[in-house]
Nanobody, 127 residues
Framework: QVQLVESGGGLVQAGGSLRLSCAAS????????MGWFRQAPGKEREFVAT????????YYADSVKGRFTISRDNAKNLVYLQMDSLKPEDTAVYYC????????????????????WGQGTQVTVSS
């Protein structure tokens, strides 16, 4: 099993920045990809970004391209989400997730395909 713990959320003004961190523990060698998802009140869970753990290739939701950057430190089992130019619509609970299988972009961007999840960290962007 893999355990994930997010940190770094908080309250920022529009245009500001935050960096989220996710620490993975347990059977981390089985992880193929890590991802960030978010869920706003009354909304479905939404894909944000994903990174292939070994290769390092990334993919972003259109809504965050150019503003968010996902990265990882394989040696430390950490994944980061650098969020710049934050907008009020970025307000949500952000979840770190991992999956043990690879797949095409349709699979890697679907929350239902990830089998390990953190507890979430709140990001609030004030206008």
């Amino acid at each position: 099993q893999v355990q994930l713990v997010e940190s770094g959320g908080g309250l920022v003004q529009a245009g500001g920045s935050l960096r989220l961190s996710c620490a993975a523990s347990g059977r981390t060698l089985i992880v193929y990809a890590m991802g960030w998802f978010r869920q706003a009140p009354g909304k479905e869970r939404e894909f944000v970004a994903t990174i292939a753990w070994s290769v390092g290739s990334t993919y972003y939701a259109d809504s965050v391209k150019g503003r968010f950057t996902i990265s990882r430190d394989n040696a430390k089992n950490l994944v980061y989400l650098q969020m710049d130019s934050l907008k009020p619509e970025d307000t949500a609970v952000y979840y770190c997730a991992a999956r043990s299988r690879g797949g095409g972009v349709e699979i890697m961007t679907s929350p239902s395909t990830y089998n390990y999840w953190g507890q979430g960290t709140q990001v609030t962007v004030s206008s």
